[in-house]
């Protein structure tokens, strides 16, 4: 086959003189943009790329904005709201990441940027990463404090079991729970327990029965499955709605190998639905052996009671004062007639001591008394309205006088005044 002539050599700087030079057409940059934007996008329809995730910004719109970086290199890129709201777990900076999805071109601001798709953790599953996630961040409010969790009571009669009504866990809860007691009543509470929405409505399930009277215990249960079928029991909706609950709450999701939030959230997990059966009950066996011991016990208790009862009633009739009553009267009456004498003496030592004392405040009075001065030939002597005079100065011609003595009362006139 001929080789072609070259219309260039490129061996030789000079241009051959029988080729004229052709004028160039230039282009908008809107349309230079286009044609990138059509070649990059062809060529780069679906690629995988990963990165390490900066400058992340989750826009109140529902979109996120982040740049995929590695040691040499930056790339933007956006994740749409329908994808965003995909994600099962939350980006943060740092991540590493594997992303799915097309590069394309923003022709406002002439960049290149890819539009993920698809995306997960690098070295990790995204459901568990989620599940690493939410864990940590709602143990950091104490909802998986064993300090909130309650107890069962004592006498179960009421059990609300959240499930779905045709599932194989609660078959095995029913079988157990009916073989081993006839004294529990269970209320089925249907609900989804895979698949979207499956969360939310056990949530209310729960929420629900917090209105019921009578309910002694909640049971969550359903089978075993892969973490994408348990994903519903890791739901923050449902995690919450289990830990406000006041009523207790036992977890029996999936097989002894599967851990769900809402085994870390439940008051009780139980490892499956029979085991869950198990726990709240006990057998009506076992109740009557118990109720038997039981009669036994309070039989002797009783028995050891009437004996020790009659025991202090012998010793009672035993006693002397049953026999010869007459005889501590005797020494009542004779202990009587001590005290008796003791207190008239006493009495009579006090009137003659009280009658001393008052012989002897009287002569003190009568000495203090005005009438015994009187009686020595004093007298005393007042104005008409009763007033002592103790000076002559105090009277004027005419004035009433009153002169006590000892054995009376005299009334005059001044004629006179003298000073």
């Known amino acids: 086959m001929p080789s072609a002539t070259p219309l260039f050599d490129f061996n030789h700087t000079e241009v051959p003189e029988t080729i004229a030079p052709q004028p160039a057409v230039p282009l908008s940059v809107s349309e230079l943009t286009a044609q990138v934007q059509s070649l990059i996008e062809k060529q780069f329809d679906n690629i995988w790329v990963v990165g390490q995730v900066s400058n992340l910004t989750y826009h109140r719109s529902g979109h996120v904005y982040l740049t ?11 994740v749409w709201k329908t994808s965003a709201a995909k994600l099962k777990f939350r980006l943060k900076d740092g991540m590493e990441i ?6 394309t071109v923003f022709p406002p601001h002439g960049k290149y940027q890819m539009v993920i798709t698809e995306l997960q953790p690098k070295g990790i599953g995204p459901l568990e990463l989620a599940f690493q996630q939410l864990r940590d961040k709602l143990a950091a409010e104490g909802l998986f404090e064993p300090a909130r969790k309650k107890r069962l009571p004592p006498t179960i009669r009421r059990v609300a079991v959240i499930t779905s009504p045709t599932g194989a866990a609660v078959k095995d809860f029913l079988q157990i729970l009916t073989r081993r007691t006839k004294l529990i009543d269970v209320l089925i509470v249907p609900a989804k327990v895979q698949g979207d929405g499956a969360a939310e409505e056990i949530a209310q399930a729960v929420r629900r029965v917090q209105d019921l009277a009578g309910i002694d215990c909640i049971v969550i249960t359903r089978g075993g499955g892969s973490m994408e079928d348990l994903w519903a029991f890791n739901e923050e909706a449902l995690v919450r709605a289990v830990a406000a609950s006041s009523i207790p709450v036992v977890s029996a999701v999936g097989h002894e ?6 085994d870390f959230a439940a008051d009780i997990r139980a490892a499956t639905p029979s085991e869950a059966a198990e726990r709240l009950s006990r057998e009506d066996a076992d109740r009557y052996r118990e109720l038997q011991q039981i009669n036994r016990h309070l039989n002797d208790l009783i028995g050891r009671q009437h004996r020790i009862a009659s025991e202090k009633l012998k010793s009672v009739v035993r006693h002397p004062i049953f026999r010869r009553p007459e005889q501590m009267l ?6 009587l007639g001590v005290y008796e004498e003791r207190l008239d003496r006493l009495m009579e030592h006090r009137l003659k001591s009280v009658r001393e004392r008052l012989g002897k405040a009287s002569a003190s009075l009568e000495a203090l008394s005005p009438l015994s001065i009187l009686a020595r030939g004093y007298t005393l002597t007042e104005d ?3 007033k002592l005079l103790c000076s002559a100065g105090e009277l004027r011609s005419g004035d009433v006088l009153r002169t006590r003595f000892a054995d009376g009362i005299v009334e005059s006139r001044v004629v006179s005044e003298r000073r």
């Open 68 to 78: 995929l970086k590695d040691d040499g290199a930056q790339l933007p890129a956006v």
């Open 98 to 103: 594997v992303c799915q999805g097309r590069l």
């Open 257 to 262: 190998i599967d851990v769900t939030l809402c």
């Open 330 to 335: 005797e020494g009542r009456r004779y202990l």
């Open 384 to 386: 008409a309205e009763g």
